[in-house]
């Protein structure tokens, strides 16, 4: 693997990063429980990217 080919799947983590954290905070301050299983479910999506990328190194 390239040193920018690395430095692209550091970024794509720490996006992924991000957006799992960004899930796990409106999940802390949701009251609905139909949106909160919404945003369960995309925070275990940003689990299975992340997961898949840093599988990649």
Known sequence: MSPKELTYIEDALSHESFLKNQCDDAIRSL???ELRSCVE???QKHRQIFDSFYNLI
């Open 31 to 33: 009251q609905d429980p």
């Open 41 to 43: 479910e995309i925070q």
